[in-house]
């Protein structure tokens, strides 16, 4: 297999809420994150009106990594990392969004963890918000249904630019923006926008209402980065899944066409600047009144992303001819979805499909022609601690393995332009969907459980080792 490029940021990915801990220390306020509790694969988290004290929120303590950075950057390091995704809480920056000035404390802290990263030559990327908008945001304001939330997220990210101008080059505005377009799963509108759905209210239209407010939000913070620092790199965040019909069956494969505009719909605004055809006729057919205001486009046409970062775990497939389930899922179904009679599934149900890494890469960069950013891969599995303290996670090293193989053919076969690869959960993290600890995806293991007991010790998995020697070699060692 022939070499990536030598300046390939080989990394992993983390979020705030989900490594940090330390909710409410140093001044830091209440996010929506931190209203969560703990689910499960059929259980989902429920979304408190605030912080019950006989709840459990594993996302308060987390792991940790709030006290406990230096010692993880440390492993980080010796992974030979190149890059750390990672993500600003917005709340430890503005405590309730809309304070006069921000909290310095909080400031100081992500000073000091860019500085340690950079001391071991660790490139920070940094997503300005990862599901992370104050509550206060979200309860008095309805998040991003109400167009003052893009006022209060612009004076953040100007904040935040300015402050780190000299530390960060690599920027994301929106973690997975497009997850809302999955409207049905209040957990989705809550994360990414800070809405709910009252009675009576048309679903769709709240969700394209905040959408148009959030994509104002992301294109006037590229155009103020770009302001401040126009060497900074700002991309958009994606969840890709792509949508393959079951067969060969016309019908099935314009299914899948039509489907896939659930993917397409954000980064088709955030990279080409303007609202794709297929929507606006959807709007039109469907009577969705979206308070689009005159100087939006100009605002969006102006606000273009440098590149485009994206999570790929898994694809889905469709069939006209399947009925739709009413059993619950946590993750969301798609309309007529079915199971792929080719693909294997991980214990939560997520089809495991390299190839379908390759297809991914191939239909961006056909159809936007800016750089790729694989910032979200990994392999979510349940760990067994031997009696000599080592783990064996031989399925998770598998998993990334195929996945590289193909990340690589992109590159060297298929001349995808790809800037790097921050697998997720490069550490043990509080898992988003479910709140879970056992659902664990990182090559660093942390003595936590579901219930937040534990030691927090850190502890090397096979696949630590196994990833250093992928870094060293720049790929070539899989």
Same mark, same amino acid.
């Given at each position: 297999m022939s070499k990536l490029p030598e300046n390939f940021l080989w990394g992993g990915a983390l979020a705030a809420h989900q490594v940090e801990g330390g909710w409410n220390q140093d001044g830091k306020g209440t996010s929506v994150a931190d209203v969560m509790t703990v689910g499960g694969p059929n259980k989902p988290r429920e979304i408190t009106e605030t912080v019950e004290a006989d709840k459990f929120?594993?996302?308060?303590?987390?792991?940790?990594?709030?006290?406990?950075?230096?010692? +993880?950057? %440390?492993?980080?390091? &010796?992974? @030979? $990392?190149?890059?750390?995704?990672?993500?600003?809480?917005?709340?430890?920056?503005?405590?309730?969004? +809309?304070? %006069?000035?921000?909290? &310095?404390? @909080? $400031?100081?802290?992500?000073?000091d963890l860019f500085d340690e990263l950079l001391k071991h030559g660790i490139e920070p990327v940094i997503t300005l918000t990862h599901f992370e908008m104050p509550l206060h945001v979200a309860r008095e304001y309805g998040g991003f249904r109400n167009?003052?939330?893009?006022?209060?997220?612009l004076r953040f990210a100007e904040v935040v630019f300015e402050r780190y101008k000299d530390k960060v080059t690599y920027w994301m505005t929106f973690n997975e923006i497009n997850n809302m377009m999955d409207y049905t799963n209040p957990i989705f509108l809550w994360t990414n926008v800070g809405v709910q759905v009252e009675e009576g209210e048309n679903a769709k239209e709240v969700m394209y209402t905040a959408a148009h407010h959030t994509l104002l939000a992301s294109a006037l913070a590229v155009a103020k980065g770009k302001e401040i620092n126009p060497d900074f790199q700002i991309g958009a965040m994606v969840s890709h899944v792509p949508i393959y019909p079951l067969d060969s069956n016309p019908d099935n494969v314009m299914l899948a066409e039509e489907s896939m505009r659930l993917r397409y719909f954000f980064p088709d605004v955030q990279v080409r600047g303007k609202y794709p055809n297929y929507a606006l006729k959807e709007f039109e057919r469907e009577g969705l009144e979206i308070p689009i205001l005159e100087g939006d486009a100009?605002?969006?046409a102006n606000g273009k992303v440098d590149y485009l970062g994206f999570s790929y775990y898994m694809s889905n497939t469709v069939d006209v001819n399947s009925k739709d389930s009413d059993e619950e899922n946590v993750h969301g179904k798609l309309p007529h979805q079915v199971d792929n009679p080719y693909l294997e599934a991980s214990d939560w149900g997520w089809t495991i499909d390299p190839v379908g890494l390759r297809y991914v890469l191939n239909r961006f960069w056909d159809r936007y022609q800016i750089p790729l950013f694989i910032v979200e891969n990994g392999f979510g599995a349940v760990d067994t601690i031997e009696e000599d303290g080592s783990i064996h996670d031989e399925e998770r090293i598998s998993y990334l393995r195929e996945h590289i193989k193909q990340m690589e053919k992109a590159v060297n076969y298929d001349g995808v332009e790809l800037m790097g690869y921050t697998p997720w959960g490069i550490i043990d993290i509080v898992s988003f969907t479910t709140g879970e600890m056992k659902k664990r995806y990182g090559m660093i293991y942390v003595d936590r459980d579901n219930e937040g007991n534990g030691t927090l010790e850190r502890r090397k998995k096979d696949s630590f080792d196994w990833y250093r020697q992928v870094i060293e070699s720049n790929g070539e060692k899989l």
């Open positions: 929120y594993p996302n308060h303590e987390a792991v940790d990594f709030y006290n406990r950075y230096k010692e +993880d950057v %440390a492993l980080f390091a &010796e992974m @030979g $990392l190149k890059a750390l995704r990672t993500s600003i809480a917005w709340t430890r920056i503005f405590p309730n969004g +809309d304070d %006069a000035e921000p909290n &310095e404390a @909080g $400031l100081q802290f992500y000073d167009r003052k939330v893009v006022d209060l997220f100009e605002i969006l």
